[in-house]
Structure formats: C-alpha cells, structure tokens
C-alpha cells in the first residue's frame, strides 16, 4: 500500500508564509479560475466533484453550499462561512498537518468557499491546544490581507471577504457545528436541535457553512484540475483521498494520505504502521476516531471506503484509525473512552448528559468485579437509547464503542461478573 | 503575564476596534492570555457595553477549560 499525496503533497516544501513559493508550487490558481467562473459554477464543480465533508458526518459539501448560496439576502444581511479547524476527536490529528503544512491552500479555499455562497466574513475556530497553529494564522492572515487574498477586492475582483482567526478554549463539543456557533457568539458550547439548519440560521443567526479543515483543503485541488481529474482519484461513489490519522498500538504512528478504496485496513496498520508494537495481534480498531464502533479482527479486510467501513459495523467519521492489540481488556478501554465523553458531555440533553454518567458507573462497577447481568443489560439499553434520542452527533455516538466492545468482546464482561454463590 | 490594569485592559478594546457582541469571543480570550484571567471588572465593563448580561458572560466562561475567572497561583 502507497501513500497519495494529493493534499499533503506541498506540506514541508515551502515555509509555511512564504506566499511567492506557494504560487510558483501551482497555488492560486483554484481561485483565480473560481473568481473567473462565478459562484454557482463553483458549487456546480464541487458537486460534480462528488466532495463530501471529512469531519465526521460526511455531508455532501455542495449541497450545504448550495442551500447557503439559495438563501438570497434579501435584507442585505450577512452570511458567514466557519472553517472548523477544532479538531477534538480522540486519535485525530490530521487537520494540524494542513494547517502547519500547507496553510497557504487551506486559506485558499476558505477565499473560494466564501464567494461560493456569498460570504464576506469568514472565521477558523482553531484548537486552544493549537497556540503555535494559532499564531501561524494570525500572521498568515496579515500576509493574506497584504497580498490582496483578504479584505476588499480580492485579487481585483469585486469580492470582498475578512478572515477572523478564533482561538478554541477548551471544550471538546466546541468542534460541533451548533456549539462552535454558540461559542462565538461566546455563549456556552452547547448543541442544539436541527433544523433550522446553521445554513439556513447560523452565526447570529444569519446562514452559515461550516467546513472541516481537510474539506476546505480539497477545493483548490477540484477548481485547479477539474471535476473530471479528481474523480480519477479513488471510488466512483468516494472520490477523492483521506488523511488517516494513525495511531494507539502501531510501530509507526502518524498522518497518512490514501486514496480511496486503494487498501484495506489491515494493510493500513500492518504497511504503513507497520504492524502492532510489539508484534502482538490485533484486538479491535476504531477505524473513524474515539467515537466510532469498534472492529474486530475478522472485519480487518474491509476496503477504506465509508461505505465499506460502514458495512463491515463501524464508520469511518473523522478517519482516526486506533489500533489496540491483544493483552488489554475492553472493559478497560471503554473505561477510558467514558470517562473523557463523561467530562465533555455539554448537558444540553438528558440522554448524553444523565446517560454517559450511568455508562461509566457501571462500568466502574463492572471493574471492581462487584457487577451483575443485570449491569450489562442496563448498559445496553441506556447506550442505545442515547444513540437514538441524543441531540447531536456527540451523544448519539459515544454508546456506539461499548455498544460494540459488549458484542464483540462479550468475555470480558462476563469474566468481571460476580457469580451468584 | 502582565497584571491587571484597567487601562491595559481599555488599550485592548481599542485595539480591537471596540466591543461588540460579534467580538465578545475573541476580547474575552485576548484578556485570558494577557492577564491569565478575565477579572470581574472586565465581565462588568463588557456586560455594560455590548448589552449582555453580566451572568451570561459569566456562566459561559465559567464552561470553558481554558478561561479562569480567577487569578490562580
């Protein structure tokens, strides 16, 4: 298995401000195609593209551009485009490496996406832990403004756009897209019901799009070779590549671009990772980051798809794939996964806030060999009714893990089980 | 960190091109990183000048990891 460096491929050839050597590496010119052609070919060129968001929920991009753009402002009021770069899903990292990397082509296409929907504010809500990332940003949008890619007319056209670069503080539900909105209106980071749709009432409330980071770094790839040219790339129904976020019980740990169905899982860990740490078979994966069911030993073959890694039990959500090998509990494991989503759960709603408390008491129970059956029928059950009734995509997948580590590793539970003498 | 002085905290506002609700986020975390907290006096003061209630700046900084409300030693 290779890597393919379509977005990665700039990342470390030029220093990260340095705008000239990004221009004479082929940038700019996305946008000064997407300038030329009009917002609605922009959007009709993501959509024959076939992008969809690398976030998690794996929205088709255009369409959310699209129900933006609709929204005709009337009133005049503003529309605001947010690049999330709050990346907080445990075994997640790959955003950083576009950021840090290749700055320059993800502030390209948050320009483009801005006059796609009509947009003159943008924001990228950066990570707090991410202070150096944040002061790349801030001088990189200094530089933007300098080189008339921000502020009025950019690169003589008529379209205007100001970039805002937002430091995260702390929350993990900070990287969802109601509570990133919340949080800059600097109200509590908290989810809330859909619709209305943030494209439709947003950012104080005004249509808004949030894109991922690695999202918006696929769109100056699409404007500068083509629709056709990046449907090349990958499976008919997942075009494209992924960062791979690599991480947990692997020799080589790290970020790895793939395309598309190219691989499986297996060889993911065992090529590129190469192998367990130490050389220890493999007990589950968590191919889409700390949220994501897990996947046993049998599922390892499945293709790096979306639809194949749903198939097989799981998804692929933020791409960040966490090995652990044989010799650890799942008991234990979940343990850990409950005691992080317990102190991040934002309280909006009873399923998620009452529900991962209970989770991990009884688990902690079952821990300390003082658990019934009983146990683990109650922590089926208040799983899966988080995962139906829970608000946001947050409290509708932290069950998923425990949910899948009872059906896959249902021993050890049941070996922590007290025996009734 | 620099100590808490009312007009270091008013050459921010400025600085900022003062405050409003749409820069309240930025303003209070531009206070977080120079002084180490967000002192009652600021809450206060940006309550008074961009209409939101004092508790609502309160109990939202108050959810966040990374802002304090007190200076910690």
Known sequence: ?421 | MAKFKMQTYQNLVKDSGGATKENLFCLLGKVQDKFGYVPKEVVRDLAAKTGVAEARIYGALTSYGHFKVKLEA
């Open chain 1, 1 to 421: 298995m290779k890597e393919k460096k379509v977005l990665t491929g700039r990342v470390g050839k030029y220093k990260p401000l340095d705008l000239e050597a990004y221009k004479a590496l082929g940038g700019l010119q996305a946008l000064a195609r997407a300038l030329a052609m009009g917002p609605e070919s922009v959007i009709e060129e993501i959509k024959r593209a076939g992008l969809s968001g690398r976030g998690g929920a794996g929205f088709p991009t255009a369409l959310k551009w699209a129900s933006a753009a609709k929204v005709q402002s009337a009133s005049g009021g503003p529309k605001y485009f947010i690049c999330n770069a709050d990346e907080g899903e445990l075994g997640t990292f790959k955003d950083k490496v576009l950021l840090d990397g290749d700055p320059w082509a993800v502030l390209e296409g948050i320009v483009i996406a801005a006059y796609a929907i009509g947009a003159e504010q943008a924001y990228i809500y950066i990570k707090g832990e991410y202070e150096e990332t944040a002061k790349l940003w801030d001088k990189l949008a200094d530089e933007a403004k300098k080189a008339g890619l921000l502020g009025e007319g950019v690169l003589g056209s008529k379209f205007s756009v100001s970039l805002n670069v937002v430091r995260g503080r702390g929350p993990y539900i900070a990287g969802e897209e109601f509570a990133l909105i919340a949080s800059l209106e600097a109200r509590r980071p908290m989810s809330r019901l859909k619709p209305p749709y943030p494209t439709e009432e947003g950012l104080f409330g005004k249509p808004t799009v949030v894109n991922n980071v690695e999202t918006i770094a696929n769109v100056p790839v699409i404007l500068a070779g083509g629709a056709e040219e990046y449907r090349k790339l990958g499976v008919k129904d997942d075009p494209g590549t992924r960062l791979f976020s690599l991480s947990g019980d692997v020799k080589k740990p790290g970020v790895y671009e793939i395309e598309m169905g190219s691989g499986t899982l297996q060889e993911l860990i065992s090529e590129l990772g190469q192998g367990t740490r130490n050389g220890r078979p493999i007990k589950a994966v968590q191919p889409g980051g700390g949220t994501s069911a897990f996947l046993g030993r049998d599922s390892l073959g499945c293709k790096l798809t979306a639809k194949a890694i749903s198939k097989a039990g799981s998804s692929i959500g933020t791409a960040g794939v966490i090995v652990y090998q044989e010799g650890k509990s799942a008991v234990d494991i979940v343990k850990g996964l409950l005691k992080f989503y317990g102190a991040e759960s934002c309280g909006r709603c009873a399923p998620c806030r009452i529900g991962v408390v209970r989770m991990k008491e009884i688990v902690d129970t079952l821990s300390r060999r003082e658990g019934s059956a009983d146990d683990l029928m109650q922590l089926r059950q208040i799983g899966k009714v988080s995962v139906a009734m829970a608000t946001c995509g947050m409290g509708q997948a932290f069950p998923l893990p425990v949910l899948s580590a009872l059906e896959l590793f249902p021993k050890d539970f049941e070996t922590l089980i007290q025996k009734v003498p």
